[in-house]
Structures are given as structure tokens and as C-alpha cells.
């Protein structure tokens, strides 16, 4: 489990990515109210814009839908301790003002 107010590590985030199967399902990093990050799989074909109706209304921030088979979820993607840190340092800057706004945020990844 990982929660951005418990200082999340590097580690946390990699288990979430490679609990998952990119072949398998699409996938969508979201944030709780309460700082609890998820990475949930969505039903097949789901649409962008849709992809919040399948999450729980506790979801205040999110990042774009995560599409099957393109390398961003699994253990190859969790190996890729930059692209992990990366998800990790967007998640820390964008987690003060997601828990302020009353819509879902959602989150662009830094380059």
C-alpha cells in the first residue's frame, strides 16, 4: 500500500506497477481522498473521458488511462526505476493541490 501523506518511496510505486499484467488490461493510477494511491484495471475499451465513472467516488486525482500493451504497467515498467520516479516526483507536486480542488484532477506526467 502507498499514500502520499506517509512518504511514499520509489519501492511502493514499483510494486503497484508490477502487480499488474500490460498485456492483459488497460490500467488507471488514481489518488484517494486520503492519499492512497491505486492502480486499478479498467473494463475493455473504456474511454478517457469515461474512465471515472469506474472508480470510487473517494478518487480526487488521476492519471491518463494507461492503454494495454503499451509498456506503462507490469514488471518491465516497474524495473524502469526513471519512469518510476518519475510517476513518483508528479504524484508528490500535484498531490497539494488535487486534495484542494472539488472536482478529480487529472494528472499530466512530467517529461
Known amino acids: ?3 502520499l501523506n506517509n512518504n511514499p518511496t520509489i519501492d511502493q510505486l514499483a510494486r503497484l506497477f508490477a502487480a499488474r499484467k500490460d498485456s ?9 481522498q486520503t492519499g492512497e494511491v491505486r492502480l486499478d ?3 475493455a475499451n473504456t474511454v478517457e473521458a469515461e474512465s471515472d ?3 470510487p467516488e473517494s478518487m480526487c486525482a488521476r492519471f491518463k488511462v494507461y492503454r494495454r500493451g503499451q ?3 507490469g514488471k518491465k515498467a516497474a524495473a524502469d526505476t526513471g519512469f518510476v ?6 504524484l508528490q507536486q500535484q498531490w497539494p493541490a488535487a486534495r484542494e480542488q472539488q472536482a478529480v484532477k ?4 512530467l517529461d
Do not use: A, K, Q
Open 1 to 3: 500500500m502507498m499514500n
Open 71 to 73: 509498456g506503462y504497467v
Open 85 to 90: 520516479e518519475r510517476v513518483l516526483m508528479t
Open 41 to 43: 484495471r479498467l473494463p
Open 24 to 32: 492483459h488490461d488497460d490500467h488507471l493510477l488514481w489518488v484517494s
Open 53 to 55: 465513472r469506474h472508480m
Open 106 to 109: 487529472v494528472i499530466d506526467p
